[in-house]
């Protein structure tokens, strides 16, 4: 577990938990190893790895982001449930267009974090309006740089919030 005290002002202030890859939530928990089995002896898994298709049910809740030019990031991917946790758009789904904005900004600091440190993560958010368990994983072509985010989001809306 990544002590809160020697994270980021701006990761501290958005999470309530933030732990080196062990999800609490169980479907988080099964895409972490899905992505384990795709890195296999790699640092990282490809982009071309990953085959939702394979993960049935479980890839309701995961979403895959690339890389787009310097600051933003394009929807490759998002299952239903996923999809209406962020809010993406039916056109041009990037991370700054989505429109849960709370998720999006806790989103692009753990990409941030993610390409810093090249290892997966895993975040608990409580807010008024929503609360969840975010998973965040690196994905490369060349093992050298992340040019995508394979992840998952579980979502709760607290009771009265709309």
């Given at each position: 577990m990544t002590a809160l005290a020697?994270?980021?002002g701006p990761l501290k202030r958005l999470f309530s938990?933030?732990?080196?890859?062990?999800?609490?939530?169980h479907s988080l928990e099964l895409a972490l190893d899905y992505w384990r089995i795709k890195a296999g002896d790699r640092?990282?898994?490809?982009?071309s790895d990953i085959d939702l298709a394979e993960v049935g049910p479980l890839a309701s809740h995961l979403f895959v982001f690339e890389r787009r030019g310097e600051t933003d990031w394009r929807l490759?991917?998002?299952?239903?449930?996923?999809?209406t946790d962020?809010?993406?758009?039916?056109?041009?789904?990037?991370?700054?267009?989505?429109?849960q904005h709370r998720v999006?900004?806790?989103?692009?600091?753990?990409?941030?974090?993610?390409?810093?440190t090249g290892e997966p993560v895993s975040a608990s958010?409580?807010?008024?309006?929503?609360?969840?368990?975010?998973?965040?994983?690196?994905?490369?072509?060349?093992g050298d740089k992340v040019e995508a985010i394979f992840g998952g989001l579980v979502s709760r809306h607290p009771r009265g919030a709309g």
């Open positions: 020697l994270l980021p938990r933030i732990d080196a890859a062990a999800p609490r939530e640092l990282w898994p490809r982009l490759r991917f998002a299952g239903d449930a996923a999809r962020l809010g993406a758009p039916a056109d041009e789904p990037t991370l700054s267009a989505l429109a999006a900004a806790r989103l692009r600091r753990l990409f941030e974090w993610v390409e810093e958010f409580v807010s008024l309006h929503q609360a969840g368990e975010i998973l965040v994983a690196p994905l490369s072509a060349d």
